[in-house]
């Protein structure tokens, strides 16, 4: 009943940057918090930025001061943007969201399929 779709993905030089995109659709009747993470092949997936509906944001210690992200609360919305890219930046992006559909009691995160970012020269 709930879908995240992303988009923004894709090839970047080194120093450059980007802007991901994912928006939640369906039967949705509160979202607490959206964020992404990334994962590359055999690491574990790891938490790049998050941000409560109150406006409370946290990030991973490598990309603070280079990546900012924000939400249009009326669109259902949550972007990445992505500065002075690293070649350590490159993985598969994931979106995430904790949503309630059924009312205020239930809780539960969902998942975009993820958006490839690639860094190379």
């Known amino acids: 009943q709930v879908q995240l779709v992303e988009s923004g993905g894709g090839l970047v030089q080194p120093g450059g940057s980007l802007r991901l995109s994912c928006a939640a659709s369906?039967?949705?009747?509160?979202?607490?918090?959206m964020g992404w993470y990334r994962q590359v092949p055999g690491k574990q997936r790891e938490l790049v930025a998050r941000?409560?509906?109150?406006?409370?944001?946290d990030y991973a210690d490598s990309v603070k001061g280079r990546f900012t992200i924000s939400r249009d609360n009326a669109k259902n919305t949550v972007y990445l943007q992505m500065n002075s890219l690293k070649s350590e930046d490159a993985a598969v992006y994931y979106c995430?969201?904790?949503?309630?559909?059924?009312?205020?009691?239930?809780?539960?995160?969902?998942w975009g399929q993820g958006t490839q970012v690639t860094v190379s020269s």
């Open positions: 941000i409560i509906s109150g406006g409370t944001t």
């Open positions: 369906g039967s949705i009747f509160s979202i607490n918090v």
């Open positions: 995430n969201a904790r949503i309630s559909v059924n009312g205020p009691l239930f809780q539960r995160d969902y």
